[in-house]
């Protein structure tokens, strides 16, 4: 079956980093673009970042400078480097794997960025 497992998020003070982990099963990790979402309470879920199959990456403004995606693709794995954490980033952040159609989440990892 396919999973998506996310680790990595905690609580951690403004101005600190994190990084989360996406760890992918059960699809062909290679060909399917990646990213992650966060959604925090009362809010829409939206795109953070994302690394397509073929690396080019897109980040939402609000992150721009301060989150890395990248992927290893011999590890079936994609992360997010979160670096100058600020409140408002406080959510829970979603992987996501779509290819062809075909779209798949994983169950999320609170991230808390608070003093």
């Known amino acids: 079956q396919v999973q998506l497992v996310e680790s990595g998020g905690g609580l951690v003070q403004p101005g600190g980093s994190l990084r989360l982990s996406c760890a992918a099963s059960?699809?062909?990790?290679?060909?399917?673009?990646m990213g992650w979402y966060r959604q925090a309470p009362g809010k829409q879920r939206e795109l953070v970042a994302s690394?397509?199959?073929?690396?080019?990456?897109n980040y939402a403004d609000s992150v721009k400078g301060r989150f890395t995606i990248s992927r290893d693709n011999a590890k079936n794995t994609v992360y997010l480097q979160m670096n100058s954490l600020k409140p408002d980033d406080t959510a829970v952040y979603y992987c996501?794997?779509?290819?062809?159609?075909?779209?798949?989440w994983g169950q999320g990892t609170q991230v808390t960025v608070s003093s």
């Open positions: 996501n794997a779509r290819f062809s159609g075909a779209e798949f």
């Open positions: 059960g699809i062909i990790f290679k060909i399917y673009d």
């Open positions: 690394i397509t199959r073929g690396i080019m990456t």
